[in-house]
């Protein structure tokens, strides 16, 4: 897993856009035992996704909670 930052906001671009914030990248590790253990993998992220973006899930996190939980 990686977060990736928001983009640079360009200065010259229209207020229209909507601004993307931060995101999360999931990989494969190169750990698995065998190509199907990274199939299984893969997919079970297409489902969780799919599940996230259907039932609306706000899964934010306030940074006090992340603070408290280190």
Known sequence: MRFKPPPLSNSS???SQHEIGW????????????????????????????TILSFGMDLLI??????ENM
């Open 62 to 67: 306030p940074i006090s909670m992340v603070d």
């Open 23 to 50: 995101r999360v990248e999931f990989r494969t590790t190169e750990l698995q035992l065998s190509d199907a253990a990274n199939a299984s993998f893969v997919a079970f992220l297409v489902l969780a996704t799919r």
């Open 13 to 15: 671009s229209s207020s």
